[in-house]
């Protein structure tokens, strides 16, 4: 295959930089190279979900066998546990909220935008690293402090905040409220000022390291659909993330200043309090401001990366490249103007309501798009069954399922019934909590070549993939029925209700489901460590895959590319294109080596490849002469 | 030809901004989206009703003025490091940071006469917003003064010059940002307290 470098550009000062060696600190804990920071977001991630899993498994217990004795977990949790060996009703609330809290956060917003938008920007951009390394490490290092604010929050004496992930006021603004309204809600806000903090760093370093930093030839056209998803990404959150600051700023000054901003009217024990003339909705409006967009930011990523590794293992240009785009352009702006149908039952004004409902269902129309451009990638598509590409997959189903049941809670009559009901949980934890999820496990199991030059077990992957797919769906299919019965969320116990006995079994079922999808990723987790030190060796191109990342060396070092970057001569799905022999065609492989397989218009392209190439040898040429 | 162009133009090297600055924009945009969500708040609040009436302080009018006044000399100062003109660019430095300052000092003293109308941060929200809104531009003020003396002192060392404006530009756009999110928020309460 023919590689032609006839580009002078690249980074030459970089090349002094190779010289000095790092120590331990600069290298794995200060470090400003996007990989090392992209691997320390994964790997906090990772360890974020694991807690997020095991809070998810103690409310589960108590939801599917209320009458267990729970005293063989005080060694754990301490005084949690009650004198009879039940789990404390306010633990209980504080559990579902900091489930919430870490998985929309810490996993799924840092873990998955955090690591891949640090690790492949660059990469597949052809960049020698991020706009500012130094602005990259603050974002990581803003983001661990957040972390362990939050983490120092779990072990406080009245425990972490309990008010749910959204900390509604009044009940997050007043301590009086539950405990969970006390030192752990403090501890919360300070935490998420950090996580804004990094998000926004993070974000500004995205978004101008993929419009300023390409190489030579990688225009917007031939970006891959992982990075326009990034890009994406990165804009919402760089536009909703300071509503919520703005939001959380007057709930601190709500909380610890004596200001009414969300408070009025509230009496406590018969007592008034001094709070006049706040609105609780006010809260709701910016909270969703960013709420609403979080579920985007969580689930683009996931799109792109699936795009990515759909292409690649079917061996088939994406179908509908620009499609794509369009759609996700139109998730992006959408995304920013249907906040208020999480509030349908707020008290809201219903034609309000009406306007926020015709334009959540519009938002059908991009996704279903999206869906079917992936169902046409893999119809005919010769399948290689990665562990990636299977989780890919998985990633499609579930944005199917947990898509449709989005229709109806987006109008605004049906959601009266449904609203903060267990149906809800099924939707989102179908189409943005375990979509997204498996859109990072395909991410982690195709790019972990790249990030530590070495294989993972596919073996093992298969069996962790198929044990998570079917107990997410044993997990929350049978959640929509218990919805739709009205169970509400939330709620520590529903015993005392006679028409939620009838669930009880159905519930045992959905905690045990939940229990083994739990373990089952101590599978992935042996996988991942023991891969890192003593898995195959990586091929150069493990998956013949036509992205960037794969022209560096199989571990890079810092800067990426030894030599020049490479220049971009076509766009990243040239798979199985008629007339090659080959049946990939990397980016940097000119249009004019590949006669054979050209289209058209493509022939047009490769006279003036010639002849940029004829004019820049003259410039060569005339350098070398000056020397 | 014109194919032959866009050819050219998409093979290029797309640097196009320098990255500090594009970053500077970005964050620009995100303050912009900070202010935006607390003067919705603003307007949705009111619309609710049990709203305390009471006149915004008049030293809004001269702070108004000065940052105004700032912008003008720190273009000043601008223009003059473009022509390499030392003598200007110092004295437009130093007139901008001591207009910060006026400023700073002239919104302290809108927070006093609000106190003398018996308006506070705690109590009515109508008056916790406005102390919001001068409180939360005063910090952004304060940062900009910073970077104002930060390029203050590297002009003294000769360090900006025509051929190296990117701080300058930078702090240029900065304060300039700064100024019409004040003239943004003032127009905003004129219109809506």
């Known amino acids: 295959m023919a590689v032609v470098n006839t580009a002078t550009h690249g980074d030459h000062a970089h090349e002094v930089h190779d010289d000095h060696h790092d120590n331990f600190i600069t290298k794995y804990i200060f470090s400003t190279d996007h990989k090392m920071i992209g691997k320390q977001f994964l790997v906090t991630g990772i360890f974020w979900a694991l807690i997020g899993g095991f809070l998810s498994i103690l409310?589960?217990?108590?939801?599917?066998?209320?009458?267990?004795?729970?005293?063989?977990?005080?060694?754990?949790?301490?005084?949690?546990?009650?004198?009879?060996?039940?789990?404390?009703?306010?633990f209980y609330l504080a559990l579902v909220t900091m489930h919430g809290t870490i998985m929309v956060f810490f996993v799924l917003t840092a873990g998955l935008s955090g690591t891949f938008s640090n690790f492949l920007i660059p990469l597949q951009i052809g960049a020698r690293d991020m706009a500012s390394g130094f602005m990259n490490m603050l974002s990581y290092w803003f983001f661990f402090?957040?972390?362990?604010?939050?983490?120092?929050?779990?072990?406080?004496?009245?425990?972490?905040?309990?008010?749910?992930?959204?900390?509604?006021?009044?009940?997050?603004?007043?301590?009086?409220?539950?405990?969970?309204?006390?030192?752990?809600?403090?501890?919360?806000?300070?935490?998420?000022?950090?996580?804004?903090?990094?998000?926004?760093?993070?974000?500004?370093?995205?978004?101008?390291?993929?419009?300023?930093?390409?190489?030579?030839?990688?225009?917007?056209?031939?970006?891959?659909?992982?990075?326009?998803?990034?890009?994406?990404?990165?804009v919402i959150g760089l536009l909703s993330f300071p509503v919520l600051f703005a939001a959380a700023l007057l709930l601190v000054f709500d909380r610890s200043f004596g200001t009414s901003f969300?408070?009025?009217?509230?009496?406590?024990?018969?007592?008034?309090?001094?709070?006049?003339?706040?609105?609780?909705?006010?809260?709701?409006?910016?909270f969703w401001f960013l709420g609403h967009p979080e579920v985007y930011i969580v689930l683009l990523p996931a799109l792109g990366i699936t795009s990515e590794v759909i292409a690649t293992n079917s061996r088939k240009p994406i179908f509908g490249y620009k499609a794509m785009i369009i759609s996700m352009l139109g998730i992006t702006i959408l995304s920013f103007v249907v906040w208020a149908h999480h509030m349908f039952v707020s008290g809201m004004n219903p034609f309000l309501g009406s306007v926020f409902m015709f334009l959540t269902l519009i938002i059908a129309v991009p996704s279903a798009v999206k869906v079917f451009n992936y169902l046409t990638t893999l119809w005919r598509g010769n399948l290689i069954f990665t562990p990636a590409m299977l989780f890919s997959i998985g990633l499609v189903s579930f944005f199917i399922s947990g898509g449709l049941t989005g229709i109806f809670l987006g109008n605004s009559a049906i959601d009266i019934q449904l609203h903060d009901t267990y149906f809800v949980v099924a939707h989102f934890h179908l189409v943005m909590g375990s979509a997204s999820f498996f859109g990072l496990m395909a991410g982690v199991y195709h790019w972990f070549p790249k990030m530590f030059g070495r294989m993972m077990d596919s073996k093992l992957g298969y069996i962790h993939f198929w044990l998570t797919f079917i107990g997410v769906y044993m997990v929350f299919f049978p959640m929509h029925y218990i919805g739709i019965a009205g169970f509400p969320r939330r709620y520590y116990s529903w015993t005392n209700f006679d028409f939620a006995n009838m669930y009880t079994d159905l519930n045992m079922f959905v905690s045990i489901a939940a229990i083994v999808t739990f373990a089952a990723q101590f599978i992935f987790l042996f996988n991942f460590f023991y891969s890192m030190y003593k898995g195959r060796k990586a091929p150069h191109n493990p998956w013949r895959s036509n992205t960037l990342e794969w022209t560096t060396p199989i571990n890079p070092g810092h800067g990426n590319w030894p030599g020049e970057i490479p220049s971009v001569y076509r766009w990243p799905y040239d798979y199985s294109k008629p007339g090659s022999a080959a049946d990939f065609i990397p980016q940097t492989v000119p249009l004019s080596a590949t006669p054979e397989s050209n289209l058209p218009h493509e022939e047009e392209l490769v006279k003036l490849e010639k002849q940029i190439m004829a004019e820049e040898g003259q410039v060569l040429v005339a350098n070398e002469s000056n020397k | 030809m014109e194919e032959r162009l866009e050819y050219i133009e998409g093979a290029e090297q797309p640097i196009s901004m320098h990255p500090k600055?594009?970053?500077?924009?970005?964050?620009?945009?995100?303050?912009?989206?900070?202010?935006?969500?607390l003067t919705s708040a603003y307007i949705v609040r009111q619309a609710e009703g049990n709203w305390l009436e009471f006149n915004l302080p008049s030293v809004f009018?001269?702070?108004?003025?000065?940052?105004?006044?700032?912008?003008?000399?720190?273009?000043?100062?601008?223009?003059?490091?473009?022509?390499?003109?030392?003598?200007?660019?110092?004295?437009?430095?130093?007139?901008?940071?001591?207009?910060?300052?006026?400023?700073?000092?002239?919104?302290?003293?809108?927070?006093?006469?609000?106190?003398?109308?018996?308006?506070?941060?705690?109590?009515?929200?109508?008056?916790?917003?406005?102390?919001?809104?001068?409180?939360?531009?005063?910090?952004?003020?304060?940062?900009?003064?910073?970077?104002?003396i930060i390029v203050l002192i590297s002009s003294f060392k000769y360090k900006i010059h025509s051929k190296s404006m990117t701080r300058m530009e930078m702090c240029a756009t900065y304060w300039h940002f700064l100024g019409g999110l004040w003239i943004y928020l003032f127009m905003f309460l004129l219109l809506n307290h």
Do not use: C
């Open chain 1, 262 to 286: 969300y408070l009025a009217d509230i009496y406590i024990g018969g007592e008034a309090l001094p709070h006049t003339g706040g609105s609780p909705v006010l809260y709701q409006h910016l």
């Open chain 1, 59 to 90: 409310f589960r217990l108590q939801l599917g066998f209320p009458e267990m004795d729970m005293s063989f977990l005080r060694p754990i949790l301490g005084g949690w546990i009650t004198e009879t060996g039940e789990l404390d009703q306010n």
């Open chain 2, 21 to 37: 600055k594009f970053a500077l924009w970005l964050f620009i945009v995100s303050t912009v989206m900070v202010f935006a969500a």
């Open chain 1, 145 to 234: 402090v957040s972390g362990l604010i939050m983490f120092a929050s779990l072990f406080l004496e009245k425990g972490p905040a309990g008010g749910g992930w959204v900390v509604y006021p009044p009940l997050s603004a007043l301590e009086q409220a539950i405990p969970g309204s006390g030192m752990g809600m403090t501890l919360w806000l300070i935490a998420m000022v950090f996580f804004i903090a990094s998000t926004l760093l993070g974000g500004i370093n995205y978004i101008t390291t993929i419009i300023n930093m390409r190489t030579k030839g990688m225009t917007f056209a031939r970006l891959p659909l992982t990075i326009w998803s990034f890009f994406l990404t990165a």
């Open chain 2, 61 to 148: 009018y001269w702070t108004s003025a000065i940052i105004v006044l700032s912008s003008g000399t720190m273009h000043w100062a601008y223009t003059a490091a473009q022509r390499d003109d030392m003598k200007i660019l110092k004295l437009g430095m130093v007139l901008t940071s001591i207009l910060g300052v006026a400023f700073l000092v002239g919104q302290w003293y809108s927070w006093v006469a609000l106190v003398d109308r018996d308006v506070y941060f705690v109590g009515n929200p109508a008056g916790s917003f406005l102390y919001v809104f001068t409180g939360l531009h005063a910090l952004h003020l304060i940062s900009g003064v910073i970077f104002l």
